[in-house]
């Protein structure tokens, strides 16, 4: 049996009978469930106390209106409380899709950055690996925000880009994580072909749904199957090969 490991999913936005369903995948070795705000966070440990497989990260996602500056204290205070019982500081970065739908109407970008680097000093302070929500042109202004706090454990989640931008990832160490899309998106297989190997990963990012072969199909880590074959195929890699890279990529990378 090839294991596979989840390396970002939202499960706790699954319902629960489709979570015990993933969960009980008999070849998922683990999955790294990432939150969306302080509510996702809790449930997230919940669902880590449940079920041994779920390794949760706690943060804030950026596609969001930022959180009231109560809101926020009481979230940083809940993850110092809990960062014994998280893998990561995730999912953080910049609101890239928000900022293109509201357009001259969005506040701002400062805002933003303020946060992902209050995030960025806990990650360093505490000495966890961050999940980023970083893509296009905000991958240059995230990375200088690690290079500013000397971070080294870095997890660019579903990553598009320049391939200037991919190559000072590659640089710095910083790993990516491949969702099923690379089976149809060119701008994806572009991106792992010249990826380092030893810095890849594959995702679901599920409940995302996803075209081509998976139109209309409930996401589940079970799709990291096919996309390790597609992996196989671009890095001209014998597909065991393949399953053994991801595996110890995401272990080493995460400490599982």
């Known amino acids: 049996m090839n294991k596979i490991i989840d390396s970002h999913i939202h499960l706790d936005r699954y319902a629960d009978q489709d979570i015990a369903d ?36 706690f943060g804030y996602h950026p596609e969001q209106a930022l959180p009231p500056e109560a809101e926020l204290a009481d979230l940083i205070s809940w993850m110092e409380d809990n960062k014994e019982n998280m893998i990561a500081i995730g999912e953080v970065g ?3 899709y928000r900022r293109q739908e509201q357009g ?69 160490g910083y790993f990516i994580s491949v969702t099923p899309d690379v089976l149809y998106e060119g701008e994806i297989q572009s991106l792992v072909e010249a990826y ?9 990012d599920g409940p995302w749904l996803f075209e081509g072969p998976f139109h209309k199909q409930m996401t589940s880590p079970g799709m990291i199957h096919r996309s390790a074959a597609k992996i196989a195929e671009i890095k001209e890699l014998a597909l065991p090969e393949v ?10 990378f995460y400490s599982i």
């Open 94 to 96: 910049l609101p890239y």
């Open 243 to 252: 399953y053994k890279l991801l595996l110890t990529n995401t272990r080493d």
């Open 22 to 57: 993933i969960c009980s995948i008999p070849e998922l070795d683990s999955l790294v469930s990432v939150s969306w705000d302080l509510s996702s966070c809790k449930r997230n440990l919940l669902l880590a106390e449940r079920f041994s497989k779920v390794k949760p990260a």
């Open 104 to 172: 001259a109407s969005f506040p701002g970008l400062e805002p933003y950055l303020e946060l992902l680097e209050l995030f960025v000093r806990k990650a360093k302070e505490w000495q966890l690996p961050i999940i980023l929500h970083s893509i296009y042109e905000d991958a240059d202004a995230v990375c200088s925000l690690l290079e500013k706090y000397s971070i080294e454990k870095a997890h660019f989640h579903w990553f598009k880009g320049s391939a200037l931008v991919a190559e000072r990832m590659a640089a710095n």
């Open 196 to 204: 380092p190997n030893g810095q890849v990963m594959a995702e679901t």
